[in-house]
């Protein structure tokens, strides 16, 4: 059965979800410019494929690059002319200079809010802003809910692995819960999310899932 779910977000069924795919250059071999140059050519191939949402998240590139990169993108979603939304991670001035659809924020106590960023996008020709929040606890998640937000990166669902550390997974029934607390507002599940545990995901509640590698492939 379709369902729709707000704020004009495409729709999915048990077997076609919600795809927010989270960019990270790290990822691919080669200088600075060869990866860049990377990240660009698998963006292109998320939005040929229909991904919903793209964030930019290079945290690490100053902002005159970063800014030049988010630019380059916006230049490959318009040529393509997809659905797909870019979204620019914290950083509203390099979203609106760029024209990209919104941006991600996260749930920190000093971060900035959802309204200060439709605030600055309102000052702009610009459409009001795409805007999406990671959420690790449910009070994160209910805040998120009364700010309105588009979409809530919920994380992490299952165990992950970093370079220095794992975290835990909150596990698939922390994820409904959060599900029920956002509704309707679409949750995404992120963090050790794979092909195989996805169905458990969406049976959960999740509109979607997120990731970085998960879709490297794609």
């Not at 702009?124 to 588009?150: E, F, K, N, Q, Y």
């Amino acid at each position: 059965m379709n369902t729709s779910t707000p704020g004009g977000l495409a729709p999915y069924t048990e077997t076609t979800m919600l795809r927010y795919a989270i960019t990270s250059r790290a990822l691919f071999p080669g200088n600075e410019a060869k990866k860049q140059a990377a990240l660009l050519e698998q963006a292109a191939r998320w939005i040929a494929a229909g991904v919903d949402f793209i964030q930019l998240r290079e945290k690490d590139l100053p902002a005159s690059a970063l800014s030049i990169l988010a630019a380059k993108l916006m230049k490959i979603s318009i040529l393509h002319s997809g659905h797909t939304s870019i979204l620019i991670n914290s950083r509203p001035d390099i979203a609106i200079a760029a024209g990209a659809h919104g941006v991600h924020l996260t749930s920190s106590p000093d971060s900035l809010t959802p309204s200060q960023v439709r605030t600055l996008y309102a000052s702009t020709a610009l459409p009001p802003p795409r805007i999406t929040i990671s959420c690790h606890t449910l009070d994160d998640v209910r805040r998120a809910h009364h700010a309105s937000v588009d979409a809530i990166l919920f994380a992490p669902v299952f165990e992950k692995s970093l370079p220095t550390l794992t975290l835990p997974g909150h596990g698939l029934d922390h994820l409904r819960a959060a599900c029920a607390a956002a509704a309707p507002t679409p949750v995404f599940a992120l963090g050790g999310v794979t092909p195989a545990n996805t169905p458990a995901c969406l049976e959960a509640g999740a509109s979607g899932i997120a990731g970085i590698r998960l879709f490297h492939d794609l």
